[in-house]
């Protein structure tokens, strides 16, 4: 298997993670990597407004954030929470929010393809890994 290579630009976006291999793959690059990994669970999240509660908190978003779309790319894009290295998101638990709220779900997904092109940019990757393993039946 081919090392995933995290400093790669033009691949650092919105991807999916589809098989315990994938994820394997994943975090062993971000073990050897300088990016800040950062871990999102969704689970609980029923809509917007809970949605966004949960990346806040679980991300540690500053107090300023103002729970909107606006507000979440504006945070996506802030040096301050970012870092000077770069980021890997990786988002678990989505599957049921994806159906459940199938609007906000393509939002979020654009405001984090919009994010990533933000930070290419400022030469800097920002990676997010949406998970699926969990919903694969073995």
């Not at 790669?8 to 993670?17: E, F, Q």
Request: glycine share 4%; with cysteine; hydrophobic share 40%.
């Amino acid at each position: 298997m081919k090392p995933l290579n995290l400093d790669d630009l033009d691949r650092a976006g919105l991807h999916s993670i589809k098989t315990p291999e994938a994820v394997t793959r994943m975090m062993a690059a971000c073990k050897t990597s300088p990016l800040h990994y950062r871990v999102a669970d969704i689970a609980d999240a029923h809509n917007k407004a809970q949605l966004l509660d949960r990346l806040s908190e679980t991300l540690a978003f500053p107090d300023y954030f103002g729970h909107n779309w606006d507000a979440l790319y504006d945070v996506l894009c802030d040096g301050a929470w970012f870092g000077d290295t770069g980021v890997v998101l990786h988002l678990k638990h989505t599957t049921s929010f994806e159906k459940r709220s199938a609007n906000d779900w393509l939002i979020l997904r654009e405001t984090f393809e919009e994010a990533a092109d933000y930070w290419r940019s400022q030469d800097l990757p920002f990676w997010v890994f949406v998970d699926h393993t969990h919903a694969i039946r073995r």
